[in-house]
């Protein structure tokens, strides 16, 4: 079972910017899409942004222009450039792969904070 472990997540300023990077195990993360989740208090968790095996990009329109999702599949790793931040933006973030039935196991997330 590939087993998801996100990080980079942390405190900025509202304009700023963090890297998010999600490291997966397991031999089956290339063949798969992923995506980015977040989840604020009190919400349900939503996809934000995705990537297909082969590169192709979506992105909920609250985050188009801002965030940048890519993927490295030598390293088993994908990753949320997050520009200009916003207070909204405020969530843990998740990565999984939004089209696997069963998604595999969530991992534990990491918090972002935008706040001056």
């Known amino acids: 079972q590939v087993q998801l472990v996100e990080s980079g997540g942390g405190l900025v300023q509202p304009g700023g910017s963090l890297r998010l990077s999600c490291a997966a195990s397991?031999?089956?993360?290339?063949?798969?899409?992923m995506g980015w989740y977040r989840q604020a208090p009190g919400n349900q968790r939503d996809l934000v942004a995705s990537i297909t095996r082969g590169g192709t990009k979506n992105y909920t329109d609250s985050v188009k222009g801002r965030f940048t999702i890519s993927r490295d599949n030598t390293k088993n790793t994908v990753y949320l450039q997050m520009n200009s931040l916003r207070p909204e933006d405020t969530a843990v973030y998740y990565c999984n792969a939004p089209y696997r039935r069963p998604q595999y196991y969530w991992g534990q997330g990491t918090k972002v904070t935008v706040s001056a």
């Open positions: 397991g031999r089956d993360f290339s063949i798969n899409a």
